[in-house]
């Protein structure tokens, strides 16, 4: 397997990797900040909030890959020369975004079966609730709030980051990530 040190841009799998969480995470944070602040009946509501969290099971599995496969790989050095206070941000912000695949589906799940609620994944498998844990449910889903906001920060910071190097820079940054192709 190839190591970050050899490598210049990203591999196929990564690619694929990267924009499958991408786009299950910015829809889970979607919907989710959609469940939070509507304003529907409880029994509208509520097979809403159970595909969510069906949806959120998934997006745990599938991430726990997508973020033990980038550490396994490694990352590769950034495209040119940036001021080391960018590189520490985006440093920071790559590392936010990787926490963030793995916190938000696993205190969503801590959040619900510690409220109680088993959780059903599609009526296929159903994880069910071990009991009422009040303080690991406020913990969980304090985690889960604040969480949705930092990764919400993140994604815009990521995003701009992302459009600054392909406009300002006009470096390979984005090219890596798109074809991978590092110049």
Known sequence: MT??????????????NHWIIAIAMIGMLGFGMFLENTELERSTLFPLIQLH???GVLVLIYGAWRVGYRLV??????????????????????W????SIIVLPLSGLV????????????????IPAPGEFPAINEAASAVHGI??????????IHIVGTL????????ATLSRMVSGRAG
């Open 3 to 16: 190591k970050a040190k050899n490598l210049l841009t990203y591999d196929a799998v990564s690619r694929i």
């Open 53 to 55: 969290k069906a949806l």
């Open 73 to 94: 790989q490694g990352f590769p050095p950034s495209v040119g020369e940036a001021p080391a206070w960018q590189e520490a941000a985006a440093k920071a912000v790559h």
């Open 96 to 99: 936010i975004l990787l926490a």
């Open 111 to 126: 959040m619900s079966l510690s409220g109680g609620h088993a959780v059903s994944i599609f009526n296929i498998v159903t």
């Open 147 to 156: 969480g949705g906001k930092v990764l919400l920060a993140a994604v815009v």
């Open 164 to 171: 600054k190097h392909r406009i300002i820079d006009r470096d």
